[in-house]
């Protein structure tokens, strides 16, 4: 959902990874077609979304505005359609484009930019504790290189 600056970086890394089925939509189907053309995925009409949201696993959303199709109670209705698969939900959108009541139906899995933002610090906390396990073995066989070295050169 969304086509601005947000919507073309993430459909640029969609296509970067390889994603085959992406689905475009905008409000304004010409913007949605124009990065069709170039090869980001396939656009939908912004009255198809509903209908699209029946058979989709992933939405990520990057608009300005809150969306009707992504208030809880349409989404309950959408879920039923689905037979209660599971849906994950990507807020990018700043005001939020997704209803935060959405996140307590079942099946619906909502993040948005403040859980982004946790998930995101909590990795980069994970990678400094695996950085300094990395500096102490480096340390370590250093140390064990240099005495062993030292050794040799002694005798």
Do not use: W
Not at 51 to 67: C, K, N, Q, Y
């Amino acid at each position: 959902m969304g086509t601005g600056e947000i919507g073309r970086a993430v459909l640029s890394a969609l296509k970067c990874r390889g994603l085959s089925k992406v689905f475009i939509v905008n409000r304004t189907f010409s913007k949605a077609k124009t990065m069709e053309s170039q090869d980001y995925g396939h656009a939908i009409p912004f009255e198809n979304m509903e209908e699209v949201l029946s058979h989709t696993d992933i939405v990520i959303t990057a608009t300005s505005v809150l969306m009707n199709a992504f208030l809880a109670e349409n989404l309950k209705k959408t879920m039923e359609q689905r037979k209660n698969m599971p849906l994950f939900l990507v807020d990018l959108g700043i005001p939020r484009n997704i209803d935060p009541k959405a996140q307590d139906l079942d099946n619906i899995y909502l993040y948005n930019l403040d859980d982004l933002k946790m998930i995101s610090e909590q990795a980069l906390l994970g990678r400094e504790a695996h950085i300094k396990k990395a500096k102490n073995i480096i340390d370590e066989e250093t140390g064990l290189f240099y005495a062993t070295h030292l050794k040799k050169n002694t005798l």
